[in-house]
């Protein structure tokens, strides 16, 4: 098993950039499929993306050119990046890992984007 703990989150402005990390403690990190997920206030958690063992990403379509996924399995983190960030991104993005039947979420980290 694993325990996720995401760091980065911060106020931006419209158009700015920002970093997501995830750091994972545990073992077999290579082996988890692991996502971003995100939850606006009054709304549901949606994936924002997700990486697998392989490297292979899929993106949700109002991130897509705009955000990357990347995992690095020497140091068990994996990196959301974010640019020309709207308004409409503000929300708390939560880091997930799945194995088989196992999930498991990070506490989540806060993004606004306003200015």
């Known amino acids: 098993q694993v325990q996720l703990v995401e760091s980065g989150g911060a106020l931006v402005q419209p158009g700015g950039s920002l970093r997501l990390s995830c750091a994972a403690s545990?073992?077999?990190?290579?082996?988890?499929?692991m996502g971003w997920y995100r939850q606006a206030p009054g709304k549901q958690r949606d994936l924002v993306a997700s990486?697998?063992?392989?490297?292979?990403?899929n993106y949700a379509d109002p991130v897509k050119g705009r955000f990357t996924i990347s995992r690095d399995n020497s140091k068990n983190t994996v990196f959301l990046q974010m640019s020309s960030l709207k308004a409409e991104d503000t929300a708390v993005y939560y880091c997930?890992?799945?194995?088989?039947?196992?999930?498991?979420w990070g506490q989540g980290t806060q993004v606004t984007v306003s200015s």
């Open positions: 997930n890992a799945r194995r088989g039947g196992y999930i498991t």
């Open positions: 545990g073992n077999l990190f290579s082996t988890y499929i």
């Open positions: 990486i697998t063992t392989g490297g292979m990403r």
